[in-house]
Structure formats: structure tokens, C-alpha cells
């Protein structure tokens, strides 16, 4: 298991974006989290396998129905345990 860090960038807040990442990371199985952050970004913390941790960066890029995603940007981190995959509270 391998554990990512993603910030996307663009028209992501109130288009039910993490709504949309949640979806995708538990169809994939995936564990960790996603939230809003106060500089109009959003983050998500990501853990599973490689092959699906690419799939669901890829669904960052493409965003959700009504979000304009400019960029996403990718960085390794550890592993924070998380069971399942949840939203929480802006950071």
C-alpha cells in the first residue's frame, strides 16, 4: 500500500467535488480522506495500491460535473491509518 497526497486546484469548492472523490476512492476501495481548505483548494489524503491511486488521481484531473479543475498536484506521504474514507471539516 502507498499513500498520496493530492491538491487540486480550480472551481472545486461547492460543485460537489469531495462528494465526487469520495465516491471514486470507495469504489476503488480506497482509504483515507478528502476536505475543503480555507485557500479555495481541495485536499484529499489517499492509500491503497498504485494502480488504483493513479485511477483516482485521474478522476481529480477530470473533476466533477460542475468543477473546472487548473491543476492537481501530487506528493508521497505516510500512511495515517485512516480506516475507510470520509470527508472532514475545512482545514
Known sequence: MQAIRLVISGRVQGVGFRAFVERQALKRALRGWVRNRRDGTVEALVIGAEAALAEIEQDCRRGSRLSKVDRVERFATDD????????????
Not at 495515517?80 to 482545514?91: C, E, I, V, Y
Open 80 to 91: 495515517d491509518g485512516s480506516a475507510g474514507f470520509r470527508q472532514l471539516p475545512t482545514l
